[in-house]
């Protein structure tokens, strides 16, 4: 019936496909590659940039620059605190203020007393 | 320091106070009805899930899979949401399990949009609070409908099916669930009121749950309405660089990079792409 009744030939066969060779080969040849910055660090790195660009726009507003300077913290030194929040730290603050919007109207007074706050605790 | 704690208490009781104005958004949305919203809407053939005790949770997301075209028991659902300590299902866990089972969950947060998303077709999973804000009784809901005319809602909720509701009394009991809603969808739709980051935080979820043929489907969609969402795009690139598709990911990766010249990302991932051709 089979052209190759041969013993050893089907030792052999069975012997290749049972080792994990040509699985191993195969996972070699996908994860030797090199590695893409994933979907999920994109947007991560997406969101912090904008939170970071949210918070400097709120710095300039009069009203808080106002406010800051009535703390004793010129926008100019709010900023370069800013600057010196990790990614972590800024998503936090931003966190916190969108919160504080979520829990009524945009309540300027409220937003600015956690950035100051913030900012603050940072001495 | 005093006086700042001052100002932040006095602000506080300012955001609690907004709290006691119950139904505004009826109000304000019975005075103008949007005019591009129909006065009744009713979406039909949704099976009812009657829900013994606490098992409103699974019972509403077992519904809302069913007209999504995912047929499960309420019993699996139950394994997969249902947390017998608390005796009550977490949001997060319906999200969750909406994403297992290879759907698209967007979420829901005021009653205009949730009134857009039943006159779209889709029903709408509600978190309600039926008692007091400082003595919570939880309830899960399924929105299927509303009447503006009659101003209510229509819900299958709990033991009822097809129950009707005064739409001031329902906002009253959601306002205390934090306005917190929910559709649940078949891979390759859309939510009628959903932000493009909204549909791409539920389509990664779908990767995140192992369910890539639905995710790329999503992506796909986002797409048609966000052209130059580069998410979506880095998205498709990065899949199809995974499954060994490198043509398709240069090809996915070169849009983005077209979007978005700026894109750090986008560019870094076609390099790599284009390296393997």
Redesign the interface.
Known sequence: MFCFTNKSFIAVLMAFLISPLPQAMAAVQ?EG???????????R??SVNKDRKELSDLLLRDRVKAALEF?GVSSEEAGKRLAALSDQEVQRLSEQIKE?RA???V?T??VL?LL??FLVQRI | MKN?KL??LS??I???S?CITPAMQTAALLAEPPSDLPDVMEIKDITFVNSPKAFCGPASLTMAMGWAGETVSVDTIADEVYTSSMRGSFQEDLIGSSRRHGLVAIPVRNLDNLLREVAAGHPVIVLENLSVSWLPRWHYALVIGYDLKKQDVIMHSGKSAYYRWDMRKFERSWLLGDYWGLVVLPAGTLAATGTEQEH?DAT?GL?QAERYLEAEKSYKKILERWPKS??AL??L??MA??Q?RNADAVGWLKRAVQAHPESE?AR??LK??E??M
Request: proline share 2%.
């Open positions: 996908l590659r090199p590695q893409m910055i994933s979907t999920k660090e994109v947007m790195r997406m703390n504080a829990g009524g109207d309540l007074t409220i007393v100051i706050i | 700042l100002v932040l602000a506080m300012f955001v609690l907004g791409l990664v990767e580069l998410v880095i998205a690139g990065n660089y995974q060994g990302e870094y991932n790599v792409a390296s393997m």
